[in-house]
């Protein structure tokens, strides 16, 4: 490319970033770090109705977390007003806006009109051709105006879309719309052109949702006698259903994934696939996805998501991920699941950490099943399986567990090596094979009769409380 690519991400502070819109911010930032180009953070706030301010840090945390920083920005388009003024004056100085003075009661008479007749309710260009009466006589009745665009009153507009390709919209089917309301602020599509031209964005890479703005859009880049960007509209993500995704579907959030344990390379990565492809390959690497991001390779149809792969993406990066880290991320989940307090969280060794990483990452998909046996490694108050106790506990392994207990409590060090060697040496003296007891045993220790190994279960729990647990089974 000959000129620098400069993109941008746009959302409006009015819901928390969803995965839809963590997708297209990816998109930007994979097409700007692919070109050397740059990634603009902008938020179109001039909805003062839905706009809700304490979600823009939440916004700035999700994308931090995901690791997608921008470049230039965050702009806000509710600091921009002077800007927005200052072009609508230039279009209504040449000619090509005007001043439109219909009262919202007017208008929506006129509407209610179009469509009793079933007609698409456009506006009829009444303030098109205002005689200087006319518009005196308005301005005397303290009547404030709008601003419109003229719009040539035929013709087709062909958007070639860098996803979906060749689309068409007849100029019939639009009106001199709105670029300024009469209370001076400005309408989206006009903030939007204005905020890209003076951004100097090169290509829109946004949601689909906004290619029937396109067309209104770039009639003000012609009015503007701007080049037009090159844009690519994203198809929607929707749940298996193939209805739109909502939060009855689960999560949606890109917060409410960090919170259940995903990891920020797994979302990431399953974002990317999600309508972008190359090959057969599911996996990337940060760098990988750079490299081989392709808007050629965005399909144009709507994109299905699935926890499920979500989930088996976050598995393969827990077990492949350094286990250092994954055990200092397991210290707030310790929290967030009442296993201990912040306090006691931060108490615990890392060493202890790195050993339950990497005992039970193998079967773990979130972080928050990662740090789950924490509640029997770390404390004594665990639940036990129903019926567990009943079937396992019995009396004559009591016994077993009781003496297993004594021949625990001389083992030095307390190590895996040391406790299977005890363990059955024990059961040797007593006739007996580990499976006769290795249920009862987990079970007594962690109230459950599935987990990870025997012994470097034991290790993780600790010499006082294995022989407590033991002890304490061998009395029922």
Same mark, same amino acid.
């Given at each position: 490319?000959?000129?620098?690519?400069?993109?941008?991400?746009?959302?409006?502070?009015?819901?928390?970033?969803?995965?839809?819109?963590?997708? /297209?911010?990816?998109?930007?930032?994979?097409?700007?770090?692919?070109?050397?180009?740059?990634?603009?953070?902008?938020?179109?706030?001039? &909805?003062?109705?839905?706009?809700?301010?304490?979600?823009?840090e939440p916004i700035l945390e999700s994308l931090r977390w995901l690791g997608l920083l921008w470049d230039?920005?965050?702009?806000?388009?509710?600091?921009?007003?002077?800007?927005?003024?200052?072009?609508?004056?230039?279009?209504?100085?040449?000619?090509?806006?005007?001043?439109?003075?219909?009262?919202?009661?007017?208008?929506?008479?006129?509407?209610?009109?179009?469509?009793?007749?079933?007609?698409?309710?456009?506006?009829?260009?009444?303030?098109?051709?205002?005689?200087?009466? &006319?518009?005196?006589?308005?301005?005397?009745?303290?009547?404030?105006?709008?601003?419109?665009?003229?719009?040539?009153?035929?013709?087709?507009?062909?958007?070639?879309?860098?996803?979906?390709?060749?689309?068409?919209?007849?100029?019939?089917?639009?009106? &001199?719309?709105?670029?300024?309301?009469?209370?001076?602020?400005?309408?989206?599509?006009?903030?939007?052109?204005?905020?890209?031209?003076?951004?100097?964005?090169?290509?829109?890479?946004?949601?689909?949702?906004?290619?029937?703005?396109?067309?209104?859009?770039?009639?003000?880049?012609?009015?503007?006698?701007?080049?037009?960007?090159?844009?690519?509209?994203?198809?929607?993500?929707?749940?298996?259903?193939?209805?739109?995704?909502?939060?009855?579907?689960?999560?949606?959030?890109?917060?409410?994934?960090?919170?259940?344990?995903?990891? %920020?390379?797994?979302?990431?990565?399953?974002?990317?696939?999600?309508?972008?492809?190359?090959? &057969?390959?599911?996996?990337?690497?940060?760098?990988?996805?750079?490299?081989?991001?392709?808007?050629?390779?965005?399909? %144009?149809?709507?994109?299905?998501?699935?926890?499920?792969?979500?989930?088996?993406?976050?598995?393969?990066?827990?077990?492949?991920?350094?286990?250092?880290?994954?055990?200092?991320?397991?210290?707030?989940?310790?929290?967030?699941?009442?296993?201990?307090?912040?306090?006691?969280?931060?108490?615990?060794?890392?060493?202890?950490?790195?050993?339950?990483?990497?005992?039970?990452?193998?079967?773990?998909?979130?972080?928050?099943?990662?740090?789950?046996?924490?509640?029997?490694?770390?404390?004594?108050?665990?639940?036990?399986?129903?019926?567990?106790?009943?079937?396992?506990?019995?009396?004559?392994?009591?016994?077993?567990?009781?003496?297993?207990?004594?021949?625990?409590?001389?083992?030095?060090?307390?190590?895996?090596?040391?406790?299977?060697?005890?363990?059955?040496?024990?059961?040797?003296?007593?006739?007996?094979?580990?499976?006769?007891?290795?249920?009862?045993c987990r079970v007594a220790l962690t109230g459950r009769t599935t987990g990870a190994g025997l012994f470097? /279960?034991?290790?993780?729990?600790?010499?006082?409380?294995?022989?407590?647990?033991?002890?304490?089974?061998?009395?029922?």
């Amino acid at each position: 490319m000959t000129r620098t690519v400069r993109v941008r991400f746009a959302p409006s502070p009015t819901g928390e970033l969803h995965v839809g819109g963590a997708r /297209t911010a990816l998109f930007n930032w994979l097409f700007a770090r692919k070109h050397q180009g740059v990634f603009i953070l902008r938020f179109e706030d001039t &909805d003062i109705e839905r706009n809700r301010p304490e979600l823009i840090e939440p916004i700035l945390e999700s994308l931090r977390w995901l690791g997608l920083l921008w470049d230039e920005g965050p702009y806000f388009q509710s600091q921009r007003f002077s800007i927005y003024h200052e072009w609508a004056d230039r279009l209504l100085n040449e000619g090509k806006a005007y001043k439109c003075y219909c009262t919202p009661e007017e208008l929506e008479q006129k509407r209610q009109r179009a469509l009793a007749a079933k007609q698409k309710p456009l506006y009829d260009g009444r303030c098109r051709h205002l005689s200087s009466q &006319d518009e005196e006589r308005f301005v005397r009745e303290g009547r404030q105006p709008a601003l419109r665009l003229k719009i040539p009153e035929s013709g087709t507009i062909i958007v070639n879309d860098a996803i979906r390709g060749r689309v068409e919209f007849d100029l019939a089917e639009l009106d &001199d719309f709105i670029i300024l309301r009469s209370d001076g602020r400005p309408t989206y599509n006009f903030a939007v052109v204005v905020d890209d031209i003076t951004m100097g964005i090169t290509h829109v890479i946004r949601a689909d949702e906004h290619l029937n703005n396109t067309p209104k859009q770039m009639l003000l880049y012609q009015a503007f006698g701007h080049p037009l960007p090159i844009f690519a509209h994203v198809p929607m993500v929707l749940a298996k259903d193939r209805s739109k995704l909502s939060k009855r579907h689960g999560a949606t959030a890109v917060l409410e994934f960090r919170d259940r344990g995903v990891l %920020p390379e797994a979302l990431v990565n399953y974002l990317a696939r999600l309508g972008w492809s190359h090959g &057969d390959q599911e996996i990337f690497s940060r760098e990988e996805l750079i490299e081989n991001f392709s808007l050629d390779a965005v399909h %144009p149809s709507a994109a299905i998501f699935d926890e499920e792969k979500l989930l088996w993406l976050n598995q393969h990066y827990l077990k492949a991920s350094d286990p250092k880290r994954l055990g200092e991320l397991l210290r707030p989940f310790l929290v967030k699941l009442g296993i201990l307090s912040e306090a006691e969280a931060r108490a615990v060794p890392s060493e202890k950490l790195v050993q339950m990483v990497m005992i039970f990452r193998e079967r773990a998909k979130t972080l928050a099943e990662l740090a789950e046996p924490a509640r029997y490694l770390l404390t004594d108050d665990f639940p036990y399986e129903p019926g567990a106790v009943q079937k396992f506990l019995t009396e004559e392994r009591a016994v077993l567990l009781r003496g297993l207990a004594e021949a625990l409590a001389a083992v030095e060090p307390f190590t895996v090596t040391e406790i299977e060697r005890a363990t059955r040496a024990y059961l040797d003296s007593q006739g007996k094979a580990l499976k006769e007891i290795a249920q009862p045993c987990r079970v007594a220790l962690t109230g459950r009769t599935t987990g990870a190994g025997l012994f470097e /279960t034991m290790e993780l729990i600790g010499r006082e409380r294995v022989i407590a647990r033991l002890r304490r089974a061998g009395a029922h």
